[in-house]
Each structure stands twice: as C-alpha cells, then as structure tokens.
C-alpha cells in the first residue's frame, strides 16, 4: 500500500454554480482522508497524463478545456463501418419490480453503474469513454440537451461505445423549482434532441441540480415516455475538485453491489480517477455496466 497524500486546497465549486447533488449550491466538503488508498500509481500516471492541461469543465455550457485532450483514433473513430446506417436507439423501459425512483439495483449480484452527467469539453468526454472501454466497462452518459446541440457527434459515440445514453434536461437549471410547464419543456426538449440523433429519447432521464425527482417533476417525465428517474446511491464528489485521489476514495469507499455512482464529465480529477477506479472495482470482482443491465 502507498499513502497518497493531498495538500490542502481550498473548495473550488462547480462551475455551474450548483452541483446536482445539493440544489442550494452549499455542499460539505469531506475532510482530507488520511488513510491510505489502493496503489493505482500506474493507473493514476495514465489518467493525469490523460487530464494535462484540462479545465474543469463539468457541467457548464461555456467551460472548455484549455488544451485538447490526447484521445486514441479507436474512442474518435468507434464504428468498425461508419457508412452503414445507424440503428435506433434503446427507448425506455419499466422494471416492475423498481420503484419509480431508482438509486441503486439488486445487492444480490456483483455489478455497478458507472452514471455521468454529460457536459463540457467533448474531448474529455471521449477520453473518459476510451477508459472505460479499454477497461471492458460500460457506462450511462445523462446528456444536457443545449450540450447535445452543440456537439451532435457526441450522442453516436456514446451508443457505439455500448454505453447507456439518457436525458438531464435541457439546459440543467434547478428543475424541481420550476413550473410544471416549465419542467415538460425541459425535459421535453432534451428527449426531442435525443430521438433526432439517435431515434429514441433516451433509456433514462436524471432531474438537474437535485438527486431525486419532486413529484411533479416525476409525473411530468412519465408523460413524456421515461417510466423511471435515475438517481444514485454514490456520489463521487467529482464536481467539487478534490484531487483525483479524493474522488478515488469517495468511490471506493461507498461502492457495493448495485451501486448507482454519479459522476460527471469535463473534470480532470476524474480523468485522473477513472482507471484506478476501474481496477478496483475489477479487484473487488465488481463490473463496470450500463443502468440497464445492471437492473435487467
């Protein structure tokens, strides 16, 4: 075992202004973990040098990374044909046997889902995509509609890599504050992007600036077509830029079988995390899958 050990940093808040997980933007910080963390030395070398350079980005619709991230011609290029007509993507479906908001899966199998909410700099996104896949995982991607509209490319990746792709609104306000209305035209406006790009609205849909779904907010995304909202038991904290061994621990220490871990796209730390806790998880004898799969 190694001890990794963080300088002390000040809190550097999302740059949206509010995390997904605490809808008033006042989040407690974790004090600094000072025990140890599995050896991932070269897994963590692979994420940073992956992450040099980058911004966080996450889940504002003007952050952009500073220099482009170094992606494999594989995660830019995944279909083996790229002339031949994509097929429709999954729609929704209803597990009876899940409640209509789901936080996690069954505790009787060794699986976990691995949830991103999909925003800021592209390039990112596709290297955290590439890590995964080199790990043999599958994730589910929760799209911003406005991100969607700016880099339409994205969804087909995401559904060639073998990932789950869904809906987290329009343009990620605090939707359980809104009108109902209001909330139909943002979850509404996402799911018409996603059926453009890829011919469903998505398998899921994830409320923005809040875990769990008000109960107008969860009628309103039955009426559009999504029989469940996803939320998760694990939150890695990523948002917050704790340093990639923070994320690590935050992960690792609150993951068990059927675990929904949230986590977000455009943020070097995690980059940097991503592989090492890929290989924990295997370790463990956990896999890596999509929402889907891991409640069929």
Known sequence: MVRVITPARP?????????DGSPDGNVARAAPDPHTVPDRRAALR???ALAAGTLAAGCSTTGVAAHPVAVSRTALSPSANPAAKPAAAPAPRRFPQQPAQITHGPRDRPR???TFHGQGDPAVAKALLGEAEKAGARVTVLAV???????PDIARRI????????????RHLAINAMSEADAEAEIRGCADRLRRLTGSIGTWFRPSRTPTASALVAGVARRVGYPHVLSYDVDSLDYTSPGAPAVIRQV???VRDGSVVSLHFGYADT?????AVLEELG???LRAVTTTELLS
């Open 46 to 48: 692979s994420g940073v």
């Open 271 to 275: 980059v940097a995390a991503l592989p």
């Open 159 to 170: 559904l060639d890599g073998g990932h789950d792709l869904g809906n987290h609104t329009l």
């Open 145 to 151: 509609g406005s991100w969607l509209d700016e880099h």
């Open 252 to 254: 690792i220490g609150g």
């Open 11 to 19: 809190p550097q808040p999302s740059l949206d202004g509010s995390p």
């Open 283 to 285: 370790r463990r004898g």
């Open 112 to 114: 976990v889902a691995l």
